[in-house]
């Protein structure tokens, strides 16, 4: 059974910097990709960042780009995000999500319970 919990998430003033965590389980975490994904207050889900089952390409969501990191270890079972320089429209509550191929451009399925980020002065 396929299990993603996220943790990292809190209040932050702009400009400032969190980092997001997200431990797996229930499944072989080396040979899928994973993303983060994120919901804003009133907005739809949205893909932020995606990376591929051995790390070495990365996507992200042009709003976020040289701002955010995704990373993982594939020896930990976990997947990161680093945000920096956050902006109020970061607001969101951010999930992890495992991939249905070592491919993000195969998409993504099976969400975390999500971790509350809120940029706010």
């Known amino acids: 059974q396929v299990q993603l919990v996220e943790s990292g998430g809190d209040l932050v003033h702009p400009g400032g910097s969190l980092k997001l965590e997200c431990t797996a389980s229930?499944?072989?975490?080396?040979?899928?990709?994973m993303a983060w994904y994120r919901q804003g207050p009133g907005k739809e889900r949205e893909l932020v960042a995606g990376i591929n089952s051995i790390g070495n390409r990365k996507t992200y969501q042009d709003a976020v780009k040289g701002r955010f990191i995704i990373s993982r270890d594939n020896g930990k079972k976990m997947v990161y995000l680093q945000m920096n320089t956050l902006k109020p429209e970061d607001t969101a509550v951010y999930y992890c999500s495992k991939g249905r191929s070592s491919d993000y451009l195969s998409g993504f399925h099976s969400w975390g319970q999500g971790t509350q980020v809120t940029v706010s002065s």
């Open positions: 229930g499944f072989i975490f080396s040979t899928y990709a």
